[in-house]
């Protein structure tokens, strides 16, 4: 099964600034979709932001952008004017081409006023 | 409202004892998927489903059972076989993509199971 790495457990930021969490992922598929979500306190996930791989356009949603790198199977996202409604744990998750979903560990992000 | 719905929210049972979470859908999405959640783990798949009467084992289904008898519910039985069965249990739908087409996935609020 298709395996993805979140390294870093734990990032914070100044409000305002801006955070890249990391996202490496293992597949010998050519066709996949790769999915930040958010997880807040209330455990309710929501998605961020989505990439297709057969785009080599970054995705972007409004403060949220990716970095997607096929080659070296990276897929890290960037929050810009980060804000303190952005704390929260953010999971990066593959979909293969038979619609199963593997998500990384998450990365927890703290937003210091 | 379109959405997805667990219940109950919070689910004790004693040790030996098989349990059923519920997971109801109405966006008429032809798939579903249960994932387990632990502390430091993420979200790791137990079982998905992308037709009624038929559904896969993910990464973690021993211990677990599923049934899809109608497109808008998939039921989760915890069997006395699972040997850690405390976590927190998310249910999620999809629109079944087709090549080249990306759909995300919709989560329920969860249920948090405590066995003791």
């Known amino acids: 099964a298709q395996t993805v790495t979140q390294s870093q457990p734990e990032m914070s930021v100044q409000e305002a600034e801006t955070v890249t969490l990391s996202c490496t992922y293992d597949t010998s598929e050519s066709d996949y979709y790769l999915f930040w979500y958010k997880q807040p306190p209330s455990r309710q996930m929501i998605l961020v932001i989505r990439q297709e791989a057969y785009k080599q356009q970054n995705a972007t949603e409004n403060r949220f952008s990716v970095n997607f790198q096929k080659a070296a199977k990276s897929f890290s996202l960037k929050i810009s004017d980060s804000q303190l409604g952005d704390a929260a744990m953010y999971f990066c998750a593959y979909r293969g081409y038979n619609n199963d979903m593997r998500f990384g560990a998450g990365t927890r992000l703290t937003v210091k006023p | 409202d379109g959405g997805i719905t667990q219940s109950p929210k919070y689910l004790f049972r004693k040790e030996g004892q098989n349990v059923t979470l519920s997971c109801e859908q109405n966006?008429?999405?032809?798939?579903m998927y249960w994932y387990r959640q632990d502390p430091g783990q993420g979200l790791r798949l137990i079982y998905y489903?992308?037709?009624?009467?038929?559904?896969q084992k993910g990464d973690i289904a021993e211990g677990y059972s599923v049934s899809r008898e109608k497109k808008e519910s998939f039921p989760l039985t915890v069997t006395s076989a699972q040997k850690n069965p405390t976590a927190f249990y998310l249910c999620?739908?999809?629109?079944?993509?087709?090549?080249?087409?990306?759909?995300?996935?919709?989560f329920g609020p969860g249920t948090r199971l405590t066995v003791t």
């Open positions: 999620a739908s999809s629109i079944v993509a087709g090549r080249r087409q990306v759909y995300e996935q919709y």
């Open positions: 489903s992308q037709i009624v009467n038929d559904f």
């Open positions: 966006l008429n999405h032809d798939a």
